[in-house]
């Protein structure tokens, strides 16, 4: 079953932050973070396993809840190159078969 | 790092023709390849798992011998669309990881179909 993305789409001003969630109603391994450009293939953006820790490098960040088959996505201090569909991919055991969530398209505007 | 090619990124052709598609790591050996067929504005949706040396295994729904998949070296996976029809225009991606539990699935850039 698919994990379920909010919001569907965001737009922001340059500088501000956004949270994107994902949600699961399995139980969890891991879960992946891409974006997506239009017409591009994904790009991986960051890994989470199951253990609760939270990863980030420069202003975006993501945390995953494990208990709550949840995880989040923060993206501070956005920039226009942050524009795109944003998804979250889950795995239920170590596998690594994805199953991604609708997506959230971020729109990041001057 | 770790990176997938995909070839060809886009095709045009008649309906009632076959079209193959390739995947290939280019600096890994890859077991287990995945093919994915993205409509647009909507997510990813997994069509199969492709394991070197065996059977693809179809997600329900995908009909196996219209989308052939042959895996027949560690770093080369092929999804051939046979008879294809204008509905099966799409945007098809393939990803590879390798083989790590905490290593991310690598995408190739995709292949636009487009049938006429």
């Known amino acids: 079953q698919q994990p379920v993305q909010s919001p569907q789409a965001v737009i922001l001003r340059e500088g501000e932050d956004a949270v994107i969630n994902c949600s699961s109603s399995?139980?969890?391994?891991?879960v992946h973070w891409y974006r997506q450009k239009h017409g591009e293939a994904p790009v991986f953006l960051m890994i989470?396993?199951?253990?609760?820790e939270q990863k980030g490098h420069d202003k975006i960040s993501a945390s995953f809840n494990e208990k709550k088959q949840q995880s989040s996505l923060y993206l501070t201090a956005s920039q226009l190159s942050y524009s795109g569909t944003y998804f979250c991919?889950?795995?239920?055991?170590?596998?690594?078969?994805?199953?991604f969530g609708g997506g959230t398209r971020l729109m990041v505007k001057p | 790092g770790a990176v997938v090619s995909q070839h060809p990124s886009r095709v045009i052709c008649k309906s009632g023709t076959s079209v193959k598609i390739e995947c290939r790591s280019l600096?890994?050996?890859?077991?287990?390849m995945f093919w994915y067929r993205q409509f647009p504005k909507q997510s990813l949706m997994l069509m199969a798992t492709?394991?070197?040396?065996?059977?693809?295994?179809?997600e329900q729904g995908v009909e196996k011998d219209k989308f052939l998949i042959n895996h027949a070296s560690l770093t080369l996976s092929t999804l051939t669309v046979t008879s294809a029809h204008p509905e099966d225009s799409s945007f098809y991606i393939c990803?590879?990881?390798?083989?790590?539990?905490?290593?991310?699935?690598?995408f190739g850039d995709g292949t636009r179909l487009s049938i006429l």
């Open positions: 990803s590879a990881n390798q083989g790590r539990f905490d290593q991310p699935q690598h």
């Open positions: 399995k139980a969890l391994y891991s």
């Open positions: 989470l396993l199951k253990g609760g």
């Open positions: 991919g889950t795995e239920v055991n170590a596998g690594n078969m994805l199953t």
């Open positions: 600096d890994f050996q890859a077991t287990t």
């Open positions: 492709s394991n070197e040396g065996s059977k693809a295994t179809y």
